[in-house]
């Protein structure tokens, strides 16, 4: 009974998340109510002692602390980088007016971007870079795809670059390097073949549009290069720390954070208050999506009660009896990840599979952060990275649906079977 009270909650809480746009309530307060009141159903009628649930509610509240610092941390120096400019030292370089060659840069360096970032935020600095670029709004569209489906392939292959692969590193999945090494290859194909495949619409030049004088940077050359060299570095090295000291990620980017946050006011402080605090940590921590870090809280939450009461447990048992192959379970999460978030999907399936019987670095764990993050290309409401294109752009879900989706979907199986084949 309260089993299925929890997973009744549990549904109607997701409905409500991938039914935002059209009832009006933000995801991340349906989020929050839901795994608040899965945890109130198990401790007022699951017939265990107090004591007991709040050790389970404790220990689950350390693994999504964790996290959510972690996030909080890399999102503050990413917004840090921003406010100084930093992103104009990428964006610059960009020269060309021919439309396949302008695809493929903009393709491979919000690939390669979104591996040291993340695939949120790297969407944010390609389409706000192409709205200064292609004044063509259908032409900028297709220009928009690619950056969805490359950002979300660049994200899937380190630790940082996306939120599903940050949440297996730290719950001990996957290794950095490892991680690293196993899906480059399969992620750069899931951006190859659709580049390719749509290079073959693009014909003839672009006229790209001249940037205004307004858009130079405010500060001097040298403190944007400053910033922006350091925060790329202190966030490449935090799997380096976490190598080394074996300390929680969390740990090293927080050492990064606190860095950052000591040179920025060393740079700034000889300029008026007024200037200095546009610069400054305590005005990134403003600007970052703390709803987003709410909603993953609230997601967790209803994951972990859903664990407790041995509900993940029986599904992963039913599964592995009615399907029994693990590589098409997990590539129908991938596929499922285009209609509902990746994040819970990663997370149940966390709780699935334990370590004991899938090590760090199984192939089950490996596969998943693959089709779970190139997976979401495939509609663009399956991604962070999708809504936030959509909602800048305005681009809607029929037209990404008739003239992206299945590029993306033909990249998602390109890789995945690479993946497979390197496997054996």
């Keep these: 009974m309260i089993t299925t009270l929890i997973i009744i909650v549990f549904c109607f809480g997701y409905l409500f998340i991938a039914a935002e746009q059209i009832v009006k309530i933000n995801k991340a307060a349906v989020a929050i109510v839901t795994g608040v009141l899965c945890w109130t159903i198990y401790t007022l009628g699951g017939g265990i002692g107090v004591d007991q649930v709040n050790m389970e509610l404790f220990s689950h509240l350390a693994s999504i602390s964790e996290i959510l610092f972690f996030l909080l941390s890399a999102m503050t120096i990413v917004e840090l980088i921003d406010a100084h400019d930093g992103f104009d030292i990428i964006t610059s370089v960009i020269r060309t007016r021919s439309k396949v060659r302008l695809l493929w840069i903009i393709g491979l360096l919000s690939f390669f971007l979104s591996a040291i970032l993340d695939n949120l935020t790297t969407t944010i600095v390609m389409v706000s870079l192409l709205r200064k670029l292609i004044e ?19 994200g899937a292959w380190t630790p ?12 001990h999945q996957i290794t950095a390097w490892n991680i690293m090494k196993e899906l480059f290859l399969p992620s750069l194909v899931s951006l190859l073949v659709p580049l390719v495949l749509i290079s073959f619409r693009m014909k003839g030049e672009l006229m790209l549009m001249q940037p205004s004088n307004d858009s130079r940077p405010k500060i001097s050359i040298a403190e944007r290069n400053i910033i922006f060299y350091l925060g790329l570095t202190s966030l490449i090295c935090v799997p380096l ?10 740990m090293g980017i927080l050492l990064a954070l606190g860095i950052l946050w000591i040179i920025t006011e060393k740079i700034h402080r000889r300029k008026p208050e007024e200037k200095k605090d ?38 992963a048992t039913l599964m592995n009896e009615k399907v029994g192959n693990l590589s098409l379970i997990i590539m129908a999460t991938g596929l499922a990840s285009a209609i509902v978030d990746n994040v819970p999907l990663v997370a149940a399936t966390m709780h699935m599979y334990d370590l004991q019987n899938y090590p760090t670095d199984n192939f089950v764990w490996e596969f998943l952060a693959y089709c779970a993050g190139t997976g979401g290309s495939i509609l663009i409401i399956g991604s962070a990275a999708g809504v936030a294109a959509m ?9 990404y649906l008739r003239k992206i989706a ?12 690479l993946y497979m084949m390197m496997e054996g």
């Design 136 to 154: 063509d709004r259908d032409t900028r569209f297709y220009y928009i795809g690619v950056v969805v489906i490359a950002a979300n392939a660049g």
């Design 160 to 171: 940082i670059g996306d939120v599903t692969t940050t949440m297996l590193w730290i719950g």
């Design 241 to 250: 720390f976490k190598t080394y000291t074996h300390l929680p990620p969390v």
């Design 278 to 315: 546009v610069y400054s940590v305590v005005r990134a921590l403003q600007r970052i999506d703390v709803t987003s870090v709410l909603f993953f809280m609230g997601i967790l939450l209803a994951i972990g009660a859903l664990e407790s009461v041995g509900l993940l447990h029986q599904l």
């Design 391 to 399: 909602g800048m752009e305005q681009i809607s879900f029929g037209w």
């Design 406 to 417: 299945i590029y993306a979907l033909a990249g998602f199986f390109a890789g995945a079977m």
